[in-house]
């Protein structure tokens, strides 16, 4: 069996700069912008001069990318899962 030393693997931050979030994601910077530009991408959240991507976002796009849903909800979906959950409670 192969084993992986997670101690090698970055620890990544909860919020990326863009060079970051491209890393993250695997693709050069350039791609990465062009792609958040299109949308194809999560967009970013501005924290006074700086621009940033929450890893979760950034989980859940390629979560959803491998056909995966997460159950780890990023600040704009958690109202829409809560409900969702809710509505399957009372159904």
Known sequence: MLMTDLSRLPDWPARMKSADAADYMGVSLTKF????????????????????????????????????????????????RRNARARQTSA
């Open 33 to 80: 912008l062009t792609g958040v530009k299109t949308g194809y991408y999560p967009q970013p959240i501005k924290d006074g001069g700086n621009t940033l991507w929450h890893r979760a976002s950034l989980d859940d796009w390629l979560a959803r990318e491998r056909g995966e849903v997460l159950d780890t909800p990023t600040h704009k979906t958690w109202g829409n």
